[in-house]
T-cell receptor
């Protein structure tokens, strides 16, 4: 089967740094993506890793270790608007994305 | 900025009825997808579509479901004989031609389907 595990909830304060982990076990692997979803909204693409290492995009960075089947999303200088759910997603085939269980991030003042 | 648009935003139907969910993908994108998200749960892949045919589908996408690209802009998901458990948010997504292995999928705002 396919499984992507994430912590269910993470809390942090404005200005802090938070890391959201994702461990996966899938039948295929082409890359790991991260999506943000605000309540009632659409998933929005944040970041993608196909190879081991760190990818940085502004305040957000994503890391992948293929040998450990593990990745994380790092959010720096947290803002209130970052309160949302964050999903890791593995591209298991040519196009198919398998999403993780999601992590709800709560940012407080 | 180009976006994926979905209509309607909310669809209410009676169990056993047929519904059609509509999507307009981003204009230069070639790959189209449907996903669903039951309230409070993760996003689940249903089907991908390329070159006017299904390229991949999940075990959820059974004979009750069908997809179609009736013209150059629309992409539809038809659910025949809806069941209570079909109640969910349905997301359409699209992506451009695959390059360098990336497959950035852009999602629409979704259609909330409520089956009564």
């Amino acid at each position: 089967g396919q499984s992507l595990e994430q912590p269910s909830e993470v809390t942090a304060v404005e200005g802090a740094i938070v890391q959201i982990n994702c461990t996966y076990q899938t039948s295929g692997f082409y890359g790991l993506s991260w999506y943000q979803q605000h309540d009632g909204g659409a998933p929005t693409f944040l970041s993608y890793n196909a190879l081991d290492g760190l990818e940085e995009t502004g305040r957000f960075s994503s890391f992948l270790s293929r040998s450990d089947s593990y990745g994380y999303l790092l959010l720096q200088e947290l803002q209130m608007k970052d309160s949302a759910s964050y999903f890791c997603a593995v591209r298991t085939g040519f196009q198919k994305l398998v999403f993780g269980t999601g992590t709800r991030l709560l940012v407080s003042p | 900025e180009p976006e994926v648009t979905q209509t309607p935003s909310h669809q209410v139907t009676q169990m056993g009825q047929e519904v059609i969910l509509r999507c307009v993908p981003i204009s230069n994108h070639l790959y189209f997808y449907w996903y669903r998200q039951i309230l409070g749960q993760k996003v689940e892949f249903l089907v991908s579509f390329y070159n006017n045919e299904i390229s991949e589908k999940s075990e959820i996408f059974d004979d009750q479901f069908s997809v179609e690209r009736p013209d150059g802009s629309n992409f539809t998901l038809k659910i025949r004989s809806t069941k209570l458990e079909d109640s969910a948010m349905y997301f359409c997504a699209s992506s451009e031609a695959l390059r360098t292995g990336k497959n950035i999928q852009y999602f629409g705002a979704g259609t909330r389907l409520s089956v009564l």
